[in-house]
T-cell receptor, first 114, second 113 residues
Framework: KQEVTQIPAALSVPEGENLVLNCSFT??????LQWFRQDPGKGLTSLLL?????REQTSGRLNASLDKSSGRSTLYIAASQPGDSATYLC?????????????FGSGTQLTVLP | NAGVTQTPKFQVLKTGQSMTLQCAQD?????MYWYRQDPGMGLRLIYY???????DKGEVPNGYNVSRLNKREFSLRLESAAPSQTSVYFC????????????FGPGTRLTVT
């Protein structure tokens, strides 16, 4: 069974800093991995979807990487801003199974201090 | 486009009561999902519907039933609520199952006393 882990559970950084959020998964037969942002009391907003055939995916100040062999994905946030404060969740799909359902990590709560 | 909408936003139930959570999407997606989110446990899939007319169990289906009313709407029913079902419930949709990006609704915060 695929397990997805995100460490640390919480992170606090000063504004302007570049930062990396980590996501590890146990099943290297991963089909793709999706990063989400969740604001307090809100739903999930999809940030990036990275396929197993890709190594990186970029959107604005965000860059996600995927390394199947090491079982890791990272989300890089450049020049962080207070508005980036939120919980970031990663979720992976394994290749087997008819529906390739998402398995979520517990998230990293990011606080960017002004 | 409203995306994925859910009603109600908040609900308090007594143990043993029943209720239905409603979800609708306007993106013409084929697949829809129900998740629950509990502190420290991430989101877990309850049920999903790959296409209109089909439903399948996810990781934690016990105590729930679902109905795919039409392509737009997917409801989740708690027949006899228990305190263990206190959670935040999210509905999501995607173009198809498999590797497609999922889009989430704002959630329903349910408390069972």
């Amino acid at each position: 069974k695929q397990e997805v882990t995100q460490i640390p559970a919480a992170l606090s950084v000063p504004e302007g800093e570049n930062l990396v959020l980590n996501c590890s998964f146990t099943d290297s037969a991963i089909y793709n991995l999706q990063w989400f942002r969740q604001d307090p009391g809100k739903g999930l907003t999809s940030l990036l979807l990275i396929q197993s055939s890709q190594r990186e995916q970029t959107s604005g100040r965000l860059n996600a990487s995927l390394d199947k062999s090491s079982g890791r994905s990272t989300l890089y946030i450049a020049a962080s801003q207070p508005g980036d404060s939120a919980t970031y969740l990663c979720a992976g799909r394994i290749s087997s199974g008819s529906a390739r359902q998402l398995t979520f990590g517990s998230g990293t709560q990011l606080t960017v201090l002004p | 486009n409203a995306g994925v909408t859910q009603t109600p936003k908040f609900q308090v139930l007594k143990t043993g009561q029943s209720m239905t959570l409603q979800c609708a999407q306007d993106m013409n997606h084929n697949s829809m999902y129900w998740y629950r989110q509990d502190p420290g446990m991430g989101l877990r899939l309850i049920y999903y519907s790959a296409s209109e007319g089909t439903t399948d169990k996810g990781e934690v289906p016990n105590g729930y039933n679902v109905s795919r009313l039409n392509k737009r709407e997917f409801s989740l029913r708690l027949e006899s609520a228990a305190p263990s079902q206190t959670s935040v419930y999210f509905c999501a949709s995607s173009e198809h199952t498999g590797g497609y990006e999922q889009y989430f609704g704002p959630g329903t915060r349910l408390t069972v006393t």
